[in-house]
């Protein structure tokens, strides 16, 4: 064997020996002449122009110029058989030519089956379809702003994000033969954002606005912040966002950790992880950085205050997900704001779906673990969406019957038609505020605490082992494979309630449903040993310990509402303040809204932690100006407490309603 193995190797070994006598040999010789080739045409066509002759619809491309000069880039998509159309806009700073050409393909609807395509309600309701690149972004002219404020303190150039609605539309009933002169904005999250800035001075020809998990306050509870406690699993949006114009490959987020909580362990601050990033370089970063505080910079462009100063001329219909995870604000504060300001209960309408952030346009039968016994997706592009379109855009539409509020009912998986939010059922039932105690022996009881039962609770916070914000290895945020970042909202939170810096009061098992409809309110009497301190309060549904015919829910725990609140910012949310070592101290704010039943045989949890790590970056629990550049050894443990005794009630202030 070795002998033979031997000979084969020196035959194939002879090739080594004699390529270099080859190419000696050959490279002694006196070389050709260069060969002459004629000169060939071109054969790329200087404007080459797809045959469409065959297509259900034609595509064009506008650059449609506004008021200072600059021109957007505009997609437009007119279906063959339109006449007298309506025309359904989408602003965006995500490409528009992406958002209209999904599919290369000859017919409409796979063309556009995507984000931010109800796709049914545009196809089968024969609208013309347009998407523009916002000023700045891909194939737009001018400079782009993050969430550009409108003309004023925030903004000194003369044109913003409601100016480029009202020139475009202009444009559009002007130069579009097929349309009947009505126009509808929608869109989801940033592009939720812009049919929103669409109602200030809005164009004649706006007849409805449909604004889907909008951004509204970015401080107060959507991308940027909770209620002070920066969001920093967005530092990477923020990135690629404006780094380029067109999120150019080489301004991709990098990371050096398959586990993002290592990633931002290892960094020590928020403003630190930036800085080896480089992101200093961005313009909203930089104005980030200058404004961690509730001053100016955001409340002249929270949408929901701007809007509650502007006349209420364009019906619009609101969209939210009962489990967005990246925009659960927005929306209802938007609704709060100008809900008074509907003297004749015709212009504001509410949706609110058990959705992700987004989900209402595509598939809503489950959301992570949990089913809903239909698509609730399809039933609001169907059932909801299309008709109130149409109503508003279409010269023959029919009536519409469409109600004030419809909300899905989560628990009992249910549609319900409400005269207006909140509101627990159509006539005949009441609101009442109730709270739900934490009392001794870490139970939860709608009795208020007796004297004699154990006064508080206590845990040790340590930033250097915050609590995960969901199962580790924790991934980026992403939306497919193993991306899950839509559903953490929905994850089971039994890892959390097990650890010792968690902190869980339960209830009875239920003997009757209890059913909330409303933010509910977190009464936190709370110390902390050190200077300032987060406090996260989670109100939970607990499954019944064994679930027929779905064991994978048995003993679930489902974040029904949940939400974290910065110390720093109890007195004021402009002036951040040391909190006093030791002392109990009342945190008083809103959690999420829910509309949900907890059912019998089911349990209701409240869990209290201090860190929800790494969503949102460390508090180092000792007072510095910037917690964005708080260094090393400003992070310190602290023995947290959470009170329990007459005086000194924590609850949890449930919007309960009373059936009659």
């Not at 060969?35 to 449609?64: C, G, H, K, L």
């Amino acid at each position: 064997m070795k002998r033979t193995s031997r000979v084969r190797t020196l035959i194939l070994l002879l090739p080594m020996f004699i390529a270099p006598l080859m190419v000696k040999s050959s490279t002694a010789q006196t070389p050709p002449p260069p060969a002459t080739y004629p000169n060939f045409p071109s054969e790329t066509p200087p404007d080459f122009r797809p045959v469409m002759d065959r297509w259900d619809y034609t595509r064009q491309e506008a650059m449609i110029p506004m008021r200072d000069g600059v021109k957007l880039h505009t997609v437009i998509l007119v279906p063959k058989a339109a006449k007298g159309a309506p025309i359904l806009l989408t602003r965006t700073p995500y490409k528009a030519n992406d958002l209209t050409n999904r599919l290369h393909s000859s017919h409409l609807g796979p063309t556009l089956w995507g984000y931010d395509n109800a796709t049914e309600v545009i196809v089968e309701g024969g609208y013309i379809r347009v998407v523009q690149d916002i000023r700045g972004k891909y194939g737009s002219e001018g400079d782009y702003v993050m969430n550009r404020p409108l003309h004023g303190p925030q903004n000194p150039t003369p044109v913003d994000e409601a100016t480029d609605t009202y020139d475009t539309i202009d444009w559009l009933v002007k130069n579009i033969p097929e349309t009947n002169g009505k126009v509808g904005i929608l869109g989801i999250s940033y592009d939720g954002f812009l049919p929103l800035m669409a109602l200030v001075n809005p164009h004649p020809a706006l007849k409805v606005s449909v604004p889907m998990n909008p951004m509204v306050d970015g401080w107060m509870g959507d991308d940027w912040f909770h209620n002070g406690a920066f969001r920093q699993q967005n530092l990477p949006y923020i990135y690629e966002q404006e780094a380029t114009r067109d999120n150019a490959d080489n301004a991709k987020w990098w990371t050096n950790h398959f586990d993002d909580y290592d990633l931002y362990m290892d960094a020590g601050s928020a403003g630190e992880l930036g800085r080896r990033h480089g992101l200093e370089q961005v313009g909203f970063w930089r104005k980030i950085l200058q404004h961690p505080n509730y001053d100016a910079f955001w409340s002249d462009q929270a949408m929901d205050q701007v809007l509650a100063a502007q006349p209420l001329k364009v019906p619009v219909m609101l969209v939210h997900s009962l489990w967005d995870q990246e925009d659960i604000y927005g929306a209802l504060a938007v609704y709060k704001a100008i809900k008074p300001r509907d003297v004749n209960n015709d212009k504001v309408f509410l949706v609110m779906g058990p959705w992700h952030h987004g989900q209402e346009i595509e598939d809503g039968s489950t959301l992570g673990a949990l089913k809903f016994e239909s698509d609730t997706g399809l039933y609001f592009r169907q059932k909801i969406l299309r008709p109130f379109l149409d109503h508003y855009l279409k010269d023959d539409a029919p009536k519409d019957n469409v109600p004030p509020v419809s909300a899905f009912e989560t628990g009992t998986n249910t549609w319900r038609q409400l005269p207006a939010w909140p509101a627990g059922c159509a006539s005949g039932c009441t609101l009442k505020p109730t709270p739900l105690y934490l009392t001794g022996n870490q139970k939860l009881n709608f009795s208020e605490p007796k004297r004699g039962d154990t006064a508080f609770d206590e845990y040790v916070s340590d930033p250097a082992k915050p609590v995960p914000f969901r199962a580790r290895p924790i991934q980026p945020v992403g939306y497919s494979g193993r991306f899950t970042w839509p559903q953490w909202l929905v994850d089971d939170q039994r890892e959390a309630s097990g650890r010792t810096d968690v902190v869980a009061f339960t209830s009875d098992v239920l003997t009757g449903p209890v059913k909330i409809s409303g933010p509910p309110i977190t009464n936190l009497v709370a110390s902390t040993s050190g200077t300032d301190s987060d406090w996260v309060v989670k109100l939970i549904d607990v499954y019944p310990d064994e679930v027929a015919g779905d064991e994978e829910m048995g003993g679930y725990q489902l974040m029904v509402s949940a939400d974290i609140f910065r110390g720093r910012y109890r007195e004021s949310l402009e002036t951040p303040k040391a909190i006093t070592p030791d002392k109990p101290l009342l945190y008083r704010f809103a959690l999420p809204a829910a509309n949900h039943v907890f059912l019998p045989g089911h349990r209701i949890m409240v869990q209290i932690q201090s860190s929800w790590f790494p969503l949102y970056d460390r508090n180092p629990q000792a007072f510095v100006p910037s917690i964005f550049w708080a260094k090393p050894t400003d992070y310190r443990k602290a023995v947290q407490r959470v009170y329990h005794t007459p005086g000194q009630e924590s609850f949890v202030e449930l919007p309960l309603v009373k059936m009659p």
